[in-house]
T-cell receptor, first 112, second 115 residues
């Protein structure tokens, strides 16, 4: 079966760094995605990892370890607008359908 | 920046009625998807569509559901005989072929409320 786990909620302070973890157990693996979703809005793409290691994109970085079934999203210099849910999603197969299986999301609250 | 457009933004319907949700994917994208998110729950895959046919579908996407690309721009999700449990936000998404094909761009969603 498929299992993607993330913490339900996290709280951090403006200007700080926060790490959101994601562990997965899936029958196949062909990439892990992080999406940001503000309340009532669509998920927006943040990052994609298919090989082990760190991908950096401005204030956001994402790390993947395939052998451990583990990823994290690192947010630096937190801003109030970063308060949102962060969704970890796994693409299981290399096919045209690009089906993503999502975790439940981590709701991040950034406080002043 | 190109975006995926969905209509209606919110639809209220009576149980048993048929609903059609519409999407205009990004113009140079060739893969289209429907996902749904029941309030407070995770985003769930429904169906993917490529080259005028379904390429993958989930267990949720049973005979009650159908998709269609009636013309060169629209992509629709039809839900027949709606049930209370169909109440959810329905997201359309699209992606490219080739470089960047992995990245899905989601629309703003259509909130369906079944009474």
């Amino acid at each position: 079966g498929q299992n993607i786990d993330q913490p339900t909620e996290m709280t951090a302070t403006e200007g700080a760094i926060v790490q959101i973890n994601c562990t997965y157990q899936t029958s196949g693996f062909n990439g892990l995605f992080w999406y940001q979703q503000h309340a009532g809005e669509a998920p927006t793409f943040l990052s994609y990892n298919v090989l082990d290691g760190l991908e950096e994109k401005g204030r956001f970085s994402s790390f993947l370890s395939r052998s451990k079934g583990y990823s994290y999203l690192l947010l630096k210099e937190l801003q109030m607008k970063d308060s949102a849910s962060y969704l970890c999603a796994v693409r299981e197969e290399d096919n045209a359908g690009n089906m993503l299986t999502f975790g439940g999301g981590t709701r991040l609250m950034v406080k002043p | 920046e190109p975006e995926v457009t969905q209509t209606p933004s919110h639809q209220v319907t009576q149980m048993g009625q048929e609903v059609i949700l519409r999407c205009v994917p990004i113009s140079n994208h060739l893969y289209f998807y429907w996902y749904r998110q029941i309030l407070g729950q995770k985003v769930e895959f429904l169906v993917s569509f490529y080259n005028n046919e379904i390429s993958e579908k989930s267990e949720i996407f049973d005979d009650q559901f159908s998709v269609e690309r009636p013309d060169g721009s629209n992509f629709t999700l039809k839900i027949r005989s709606t049930k209370l449990e169909d109440s959810a936000m329905y997201f359309c998404a699209s992606s490219r072929v080739g470089p960047g094909a992995n990245v899905l761009t989601f629309g703003a969603g259509s909130r369906l409320t079944v009474l």
